[in-house]
């Protein structure tokens, strides 16, 4: 069992930059394909982010690619993701999924959720 705790969301201003953190329990996070998805009013959660079980492969939406940057510390049981050149579309609770060792696009290949945090992204 994997429980996962999201942290650094916030309010900023187009253009800014932001950096949310999971923190993951467990001795086993190191097994975990590791994710990150968003949810705005209104809309369907979207994958946004996923990173493999070492660190060496990432994947992005295309929507984010190129402002976004997801990495993972095993020894830290952290996984993070850097957003840069936030746009208003970009607000929505961010939330941190751990999946199988398959790295997924989707929800349903996650197992584990945080609870999310709240990014909202002003014009």
């Known amino acids: 069992q994997v429980q996962l705790v999201e942290s650094g969301g916030g309010l900023v201003q187009a253009g800014g930059s932001l950096r949310l953190s999971c923190a993951a329990s467990?001795?086993?996070?190191?097994?975990?394909?590791m994710g990150w998805f968003r949810q705005a009013p209104g809309k369907e959660r979207e994958f946004v982010a996923a990173?493999?079980?070492?660190?060496?492969?990432?994947y992005y939406a295309d929507s984010v690619k190129g402002r976004f940057t997801i990495s993972r510390d095993n020894a830290k049981n952290m996984v993070y993701l850097q957003m840069n050149s936030l746009k208003p579309e970009d607000t929505a609770v961010y939330y941190c999924?751990?999946?199988?060792?398959?790295?997924?696009?989707?929800?349903?290949?996650?197992?584990?959720w945080g609870r999310g945090t709240q990014v909202t992204v002003s014009s």
């Open positions: 467990g001795r086993t996070f190191s097994s975990y394909v």
């Open positions: 990173i493999n079980r070492s660190g060496s492969s990432t």
């Open positions: 999924a751990a999946g199988s060792t398959i790295v997924a696009v989707t929800t349903t290949g996650y197992i584990h």
